[in-house]
């Protein structure tokens, strides 16, 4: 019963937050894709071309009205690092143009994780209690058993 | 090359085991990680992992292993024998084909096609032209031609060598003639070719100095409108701006111009007629480099 209370009273607080329905990430504007400076890095000052064989390739991109700076060599392609650093970017711009602090997408996800943990603490928690009741139930029939069989013996 | 010290040898093997055969060719821990997770992605089975980490320690080409390397939006299949194409062609092919016309129809030809990653990303990102590679080696045509069709992106390969008989080539003309011909002087080969490329890729495709710029004059450009081809350094633009500035019928018909990498290294030499071509190409590369006659 505890623990039909506990549950029915988490289901109302918790939750608030879906996964499916988090504020959407920063994107880049048209208007602020004019005010980057892009440039493509890849180590050395040598001839390059078909002398050199170089796997990576570094995308750093700049923000002059805010003079953020970010770059990417995540992945193999330039184009994927591109788009990485773009996305890398905004969320950074996004933060800046917020004063600094984490942006409503960060607070959300935050709390997603939170309620998440707290449903996982939770249900172990209603596990126990209700191992702990078929454990103490079991016991009392025991002992019912027991008295039972001695009322037997002496009458 | 300066030489890997012990320590960081140490620190990498702590890190993880296959690390320390990854700095050879990667230099820091932060790039052989980077490197690692690349193979690691690519390939579950960790015994061929480490084997690859074995050859890779030897300079074999990371691209040879994974077997693609990524051009522009496409996923070229790279195999020995064939040239691994380069960020610097990557970065001009993607540039050429943002200015080339959505909505004309128009013939590309590449020569000296290799993996055939120029064509293709041309006709990728332009559906409507038609493109044609040519190739000496048996290996590249076939490969070009697996390209082709892995990425469903059609493109006509024949196998000829363009010194030889460039004649016999069809069509006879067309709109655009790319190329990435072996331009490595064999003076400069072994000091400045670095050790991968050197053992693992094909002589075939990088040995050269003006031959194929000299053929580009000679041959390619009566049946052309215009032209892209890369080089290794300055001497081969100018070369290519004697050549056409010293012929009084080219010189008057003909603007030429190079390009750098963002490297900062001479890259492209390029060329189109001024008159009498069906595309109007002042226009189309008129930002794409700088005019120099």
Known sequence: ?155 | MARIKPSVLKKAWQVNRLLPLLLPVCRTIEVAQQELRWIQEEISDKKRVRQCCLLRSRHYPLQYLLGTQPFGPLDVICQPGVLIPRWETEEWAVSLAGKLPRDRTFDVMDLCTGTGCIPLLLKYMRPKCSAFAIDCSPLAYKLAARNSDMLRVPLKVTQKDILKCSSEVVPRTVDLITCNPPYIPRSTFTRETTRSVKLFEPKLALLGNTEFYANLVDCWMSRTDAFVYEVGDLSQCQYVLERVTSDTKLSKNWRIGFKHDSNDQPRIVYGFRTSGSRLNWASILEEFGDMKH
Do not use: Y
């Not at chain 1, 029915?8 to 990430?25: D, E, G, M, N």
């Not at chain 1, 920063?26 to 390059?48: A, D, I, N, V, Y």
């Open chain 1, 1 to 155: 019963m505890k623990a039909l209370l506990r549950r029915s009273f988490h289901v109302v607080t918790a939750r608030s937050i879906k996964k499916s329905k988090l504020p959407p990430r920063p994107k880049l504007s048209t208007q602020m894709e004019s005010e980057l400076e892009e440039k493509f890095l890849h180590g050395g000052r040598g001839p390059g071309g078909q002398k050199i064989n170089k796997c990576n390739s570094k995308v750093q991109l700049k923000h002059l009205p805010s003079g953020i700076v970010v770059e990417c060599q995540e992945t193999r392609s330039r184009d994927q690092n591109r788009k990485l650093a773009r996305e890398k970017l905004a969320l950074r711009i996004a933060q800046w143009q917020g004063g600094g602090g984490p942006i409503a997408r960060e607070v959300a996800l935050h709390e997603w994780e939170r309620q998440g943990k707290r449903s996982k603490e939770r249900k172990s928690k209603d596990k126990h209690v209700k191992h702990q009741e078929v454990r103490k139930s079991a016991e009392l029939q025991k002992l019912q058993d027991e008295e039972d069989i001695l009322r037997n013996l002496f009458t």
